[in-house]
């Protein structure tokens, strides 16, 4: 009994519900813990509170010569819940051109975070060219590794900073977001994943200073499959945004099989809204990654005069696992790049984050702009010690490869 007046309701046939919220004891005056509102879009929060990325029921052809296609949830049906639960049930059906579907979420709001286990069983009316499992959508503005649009008082705005994925190999992947100066999409193929995920994993206030959006408190989001999804993708979409009320970021898992009119698909999996993912590699993870100027000995700043070759420098530090161990024996990073040379690489212990950084200088060897794909792992006498970084890097045109010295304002 939450005090509602129900009675202007009665002999009402279209109430003219877009959605509905959840409440929980004891915070039900303060604010609501999950929301299903508009299209097929829901979300939940952790023990902060503070709604960060969602969540969508399916996404159809995000990423198509067409044009995207977004389902609806079209009706909703409840389980009953008796005083004390936590736990309810909801039942909805999913509607549109290509596709209907039948969805039950039971939904556990526990103290820290909320988890939902999600069943669907899908119809498909037509070919579908691209179908998009446990969607989600959030914002990357910029962060550390990517502050084009940054020129606020504010060191980062986000709500997740990577994409994090547990391949079904066992193998663990960070790949940092970007906000690209033009429409990005990459495919990450794996065969029965065992989780993929948008996370906001630094949480730290000073990080930045926003006292209205509150980004240090934004939730992580993580899939964890139930049944077996076969071979497919884990795709990222990532969009220039200038704003950080405009959602940016897409990620979803596609099926490698082709949609044809008729099919019949089910999918089981556990979404968690929590701060940290529930499950983490047992290998140092990337805490962090940072850009800038490069050509330079570490500790020295530009002064006096620039380098004379333009390079881009990227630190990443990673911390946890058995680095300690690993480095009285010899920590190797393993860099591979699609595009150019890594240079003047080095491995620095950091006490303050009790981590390592691993640093390096990319350069040139064209003057391609196409993006250039990275990734590195640390390797300790021929065995990997660290999940696996991602980054996708987009060179500047050979005109705009130079340092400006800004000294002088113009």
């Not at 526990?110 to 498909?124: G, P, T």
């Not at 497919?232 to 979803?252: H, Q, R, Y």
Request: proline letters at 6%; charged letters at 25%.
């Amino acid at each position: 009994d939450a005090g509602v007046d129900t009675t202007q309701l009665e002999g009402q046939s279209d109430l003219g519900f877009a959605g509905f919220r959840v409440f929980k004891a004891p915070e039900l005056a303060r604010r609501d813990v999950v929301s299903f509102l508009g299209a097929s879009y829901f979300r939940a929060v952790d023990d902060t509170y503070q709604y960060g990325l969602s969540a969508r029921g399916l996404a159809i052809d995000t990423y198509t010569d067409g044009q995207e296609e977004f389902p609806d949830f079209t009706a909703f049906w409840f389980d009953t819940a008796k005083p004390g639960d936590t736990t309810f049930t909801v039942y909805a059906l999913l509607d549109s051109a290509s596709v209907t579907g039948a969805y039950k979420f039971v939904i556990h709001c526990e103290k820290s975070q909320v988890i939902m286990d999600v069943e669907n069983h899908l119809y498909a009316r037509k070919d579908i060219k691209q179908l998009g499992i446990a969607p989600m959508t959030s914002m990357f503005s910029c962060g550390n590794n990517e502050r084009r649009v940054c020129d606020t008082i504010h060191p980062q705005i986000h709500d997740s900073d990577r994409l994090a994925m547990w391949r079904g190999n066992g193998e663990w992947i960070c790949r940092p977001l970007n906000n690209p100066q033009k429409l990005q999409f990459n495919a990450y193929m794996d065969d029965n994943p065992k989780g993929f995920g948008l996370l906001q994993l630094d949480r730290d206030f000073s990080h930045y200073q926003d006292v209205m959006g509150w980004y240090n408190k934004r939730p992580s989001l993580w899939v964890e499959p139930r049944n077996k999804w076969g071979k497919g993708a884990v795709s990222l979409m990532e969009i220039p945004t200038t704003g950080e009320t405009l959602d940016n970021v897409v990620c979803f898992w596609q099926p490698e099989k082709a949609i044809k009119a008729g099919d019949t698909l089910a999918f089981n999996y556990r979404l968690y809204w929590s701060a940290q993912p529930p499950v983490q590699s047992p290998l140092a993870r990337v805490m962090a990654t940072r850009t800038g100027m490069g050509g330079f000995p570490e500790g020295w700043a530009p002064g006096e005069h620039y380098p004379d070759k333009w390079a881009r420098r990227f630190a990443i530090d990673f911390v946890g696992g058995d680095l300690k161990a690993a480095a009285p024996k010899g920590i190797e990073p393993v860099i591979t790049l699609s595009s150019g040379e890594a240079k003047q690489i080095e491995i620095l212990y950091v006490e303050p984050f009790d981590g390592y950084r691993i640093q390096f200088d990319w350069y040139p060897t064209s003057d391609s702009t196409a993006p250039v794909d990275m990734r590195m792992f640390l390797r300790c006498q021929g065995e990997a010690i660290s999940e696996t970084w991602l980054y996708q890097y987009f060179p500047p045109a050979p005109d705009k490869r130079r340092y400006v010295d800004d000294r002088i304002m113009r």
